[in-house]
């Protein structure tokens, strides 16, 4: 019966947490006392954020706990809030301030000067929440790193988490949002209202610098950020939307800080607090860091969309974020960002022993490209090449293949092939080796003088790019056979086969870095 209780109670609660607020019929708030399964009273809180922030909620039932307290104990007087007209009144005096101008401006700034290459955008607002304990001992660990950095415990954290997004997405610039509870005056922490405002702050590092920098350039973009806490998001977001023609939020990832202790707060010693989830995230990934339980835990909270996030996603995040944490504690002041590994030593043992597996039997009598027919023969609809956003099955694949190959009038001999990243590329390695002579990749991002050594060294008959390549590099004084694939090949491409024709055992030949002497080419067989 008391475990049926238990759970009708946790029912009751999480319905009445997931309801809506009427916002033009009912007040913002909704109060119920109720009694648990072993006899305890509980007090059931529920606020819209249009009228209380986190630090008005603790404040609230501080007050409520005292009030209690006094009562029972029969001690008089009562804590009386200031009202928050006061807070109104300097928001209109501040908004019509040189400061405020000031403050847009810094963030405007900020904002147009950085790109924020993470997007996790969704318009869907269903979420779930995960929660972890972070023990003893690590929480005091962070702490003392803390203390010799000169930081808060916020700023570990967002520094954390700029490093786990930043390697993850393989990113360099990142906003994140960040609350700040914008109340500056002791007479407003004691006002009852919605004062807290989350405001951007940019993450932007290269990976080659060091520890010491970035938790140095970490606290300044705080610190900055901090004395224009008055600046209101909306302005921010509305100013920098009109200058650069774009919508939307600034940041998809928020991180809170709650330091809430209502034990220690309220002259009443025996309580308990229990923090519900709505259900419905307006940030994609909002991580929480808790300090409330008045012990020297602490306590990391994943709240997300599930159309961005899964469960395992988050379970991963955590893992790594935690990893990286360990790094960052270790780590000398001139250790590199990029010294700071996001793989674990699982993740490399995956990688290396398990995804590297790739050893496979195959007909040894075959050359490339006739298993490459026949798979194209065997399954000519499937996917056989993708790059961003375009697609060729198997038939299409061999009908551009067969297209560029129909190009070259010679075999056994060299062909250059400088493409960037894309299709083109594949279908270039695949002509050539059709067409009975070998290639030779050569980046084009390479200096002049060893894109030329190379041609000239491998004697090369023929060179494809997919882009117009830099005029520097004066490709025409050694090759006057240059074929652009991305303008030659057919749009169908080529229905009839082409012959594949007699190989010899090289398949293509790949040069060196060149950093004892000149680049030198190793052959690489079919076999």
Same mark, same amino acid.
């Not at 708030?29 to 008005?56: N, P, Q, T, V």
């Not at 970490?218 to 009109?242: D, G, S, W």
């Not at 993740?347 to 290396?352: E, G, N």
């Not at 279908?427 to 002579?437: F, K, P, Q, T, W």
């Given at each position: 019966?008391?475990?049926?209780?238990?759970?009708?109670?946790?029912?009751?609660?999480?319905?009445?947490?997931?309801?809506?607020?009427?916002?033009?019929?009912?007040? =913002?708030?909704?109060?119920?006392?109720?009694?648990?399964?072993? +006899?305890?009273?509980?007090?059931?809180?529920?606020?819209?954020?249009?009228?209380?922030?986190?630090?008005?909620?603790?404040?609230?039932?501080?007050?409520?706990?005292?009030?209690?307290?006094?009562?029972?104990?029969?001690?008089? $007087?009562?804590?009386?809030?200031?009202?928050?007209?006061?807070?109104?009144?300097?928001?209109?005096?501040? =908004?019509?301030?040189?400061?405020?101008?000031?403050?847009?401006?810094?963030?405007?700034?900020?904002?147009?000067?950085?790109?924020?290459?993470?997007?996790? /955008?969704?318009?869907?607002?269903?979420?779930?929440?995960?929660?972890?304990?972070? !023990?003893?001992?690590?929480?005091? $660990?962070?702490?003392?790193?803390?203390?010799?950095?000169?930081?808060?415990?916020?700023?570990?954290?967002?520094?954390?988490?700029?490093? /786990?997004?930043?390697?993850?997405? @393989?990113?360099?610039?990142?906003?994140?949002?960040?609350?700040?509870?914008?109340?500056?005056?002791?007479?407003?922490? $004691?006002?009852?209202?919605?004062?807290?405002?989350?405001?951007?702050?940019?993450?932007?590092?290269?990976? !080659?610098?060091?520890?010491?920098?970035?938790?140095?350039?970490?606290?300044?973009?705080?610190?900055?950020?901090?004395?224009?806490?008055?600046?209101?998001?909306?302005?921010?977001?509305?100013?920098?939307?009109?200058?650069?023609?774009? +919508?939307?939020?600034?940041?998809? %990832?928020?991180?809170?800080?709650?330091?809430?202790?209502?034990?220690?707060?309220?002259?009443?010693?025996?309580?308990?607090?229990? #923090?519900?989830?709505?259900?419905? @995230?307006?940030?994609?990934?909002?991580?929480?860091?808790?300090?409330?339980?008045?012990?020297?835990?602490?306590?990391? %909270? /994943?709240?997300?969309?599930?159309?961005?996030?899964?469960?395992?996603?988050?379970?991963?995040?955590?893992?790594?974020?935690?990893?990286?944490?360990?790094?960052?504690?270790?780590?000398?002041?001139?250790?590199?960002?990029? !010294?700071?590994?996001?793989?674990?030593?699982? !993740?490399?043992?995956?990688?290396?022993?398990?995804?590297?597996?790739?050893?496979?039997?195959?007909?040894?009598?075959?050359?490339?490209?006739?298993?490459?027919?026949?798979?194209?023969?065997?399954?000519?609809?499937?996917?056989?090449?993708?790059?961003? #956003? %375009?697609?060729?099955?198997?038939?299409?694949?061999?009908?551009?293949?067969?297209?560029?190959?129909?190009?070259?009038?010679?075999?056994?001999?060299?062909?250059?092939?400088?493409?960037?990243?894309?299709?083109?590329?594949?279908?270039?390695?695949?002509?050539?080796? =059709?067409?009975?002579?070998?290639?030779?990749?050569?980046?084009?991002?390479?200096?002049? #003088?060893?894109?030329? /050594?190379?041609?000239? $060294?491998?004697?090369? @008959?023929?060179?494809?790019?997919?882009?117009?390549? #830099?005029?520097?590099?004066?490709?025409?004084?050694?090759?006057?056979?240059?074929?652009?694939?991305?303008?030659?090949?057919?749009?169908?491409?080529?229905?009839?086969?082409?012959?594949?024709?007699?190989?010899?055992? =090289?398949?293509?030949?790949?040069?060196?870095?060149?950093?004892?002497?000149?680049?030198?080419?190793?052959?690489?067989?079919? @076999?």
């Amino acid at each position: 019966q008391q475990e049926d209780r238990k759970k009708e109670l946790e029912e009751w609660k999480k319905t009445q947490f997931e309801k809506n607020f009427e916002i033009y019929e009912n007040p =913002l708030y909704y109060m119920a006392i109720f009694e648990d399964e072993e +006899s305890r009273i509980g007090i059931f809180a529920k606020f819209h954020h249009l009228i209380l922030d986190g630090w008005g909620i603790q404040a609230t039932l501080t007050a409520i706990t005292t009030e209690y307290h006094k009562r029972v104990n029969k001690i008089e $007087n009562s804590m009386i809030f200031n009202s928050y007209e006061l807070f109104m009144e300097k928001e209109e005096e501040y =908004l019509k301030s040189s400061r405020f101008q000031r403050d847009l401006s810094l963030f405007k700034d900020m904002v147009l000067e950085h790109e924020n290459e993470l997007n996790l /955008y969704s318009t869907e607002t269903k979420g779930n929440r995960k929660s972890y304990n972070i !023990d003893k001992v690590m929480a005091n $660990n962070i702490r003392n790193k803390m203390k010799e950095l000169g930081i808060s415990i916020n700023i570990f954290f967002c520094g954390l988490m700029y490093a /786990y997004l930043s390697k993850y997405h @393989q990113i360099n610039s990142l906003f994140i949002g960040v609350p700040f509870i914008n109340r500056i005056s002791r007479k407003e922490k $004691n006002i009852l209202g919605m004062f807290s405002n989350t405001l951007p702050i940019m993450f932007s590092f290269e990976q !080659d610098c060091t520890i010491e920098e970035f938790w140095e350039k970490v606290k300044h973009q705080f610190r900055n950020a901090m004395f224009a806490q008055r600046c209101p998001y909306i302005e921010v977001l509305r100013e920098t939307n009109n200058a650069n023609g774009k +919508s939307g939020a600034l940041y998809d %990832v928020c991180i809170n800080y709650y330091n809430t202790d209502l034990e220690k707060a309220s002259l009443e010693r025996n309580i308990e607090y229990q #923090d519900l989830y709505s259900g419905h @995230q307006l940030y994609a990934l909002q991580q929480i860091l808790r300090e409330w339980s008045g012990e020297e835990k602490l306590d990391l %909270v /994943y709240d997300y969309k599930e159309s961005v996030f899964s469960e395992a996603d988050i379970e991963y995040m955590h893992e790594h974020i935690l990893h990286l944490a360990k790094q960052f504690l270790e780590a000398e002041n001139e250790t590199k960002l990029c !010294d700071i590994k996001l793989a674990m030593p699982e !993740d490399m043992k995956q990688l290396v022993n398990v995804y590297n597996h790739t050893s496979a039997e195959y007909p040894k009598d075959k050359t490339i490209m006739e298993l490459f027919v026949q798979q194209c023969m065997e399954t000519p609809d499937n996917i056989a090449v993708a790059y961003e #956003d %375009v697609e060729l099955s198997y038939s299409q694949l061999l009908g551009k293949v067969n297209s560029l190959a129909r190009k070259f009038d010679f075999k056994n001999q060299n062909v250059g092939i400088i493409t960037y990243h894309s299709i083109e590329s594949v279908i270039s390695i695949l002509a050539v080796l =059709l067409s009975g002579n070998t290639y030779i990749p050569i980046d084009p991002a390479n200096p002049k #003088d060893r894109v030329h /050594y190379i041609l000239e $060294n491998a004697d090369i @008959q023929a060179l494809l790019v997919n882009e117009k390549l #830099d005029e520097s590099l004066e490709l025409y004084q050694i090759c006057n056979h240059i074929i652009r694939v991305d303008e030659e090949l057919d749009i169908q491409g080529a229905k009839e086969q082409v012959e594949i024709q007699q190989q010899s055992e =090289l398949a293509y030949i790949i040069y060196t870095s060149g950093t004892t002497g000149k680049p030198k080419g190793v052959m690489i067989t079919q @076999q």
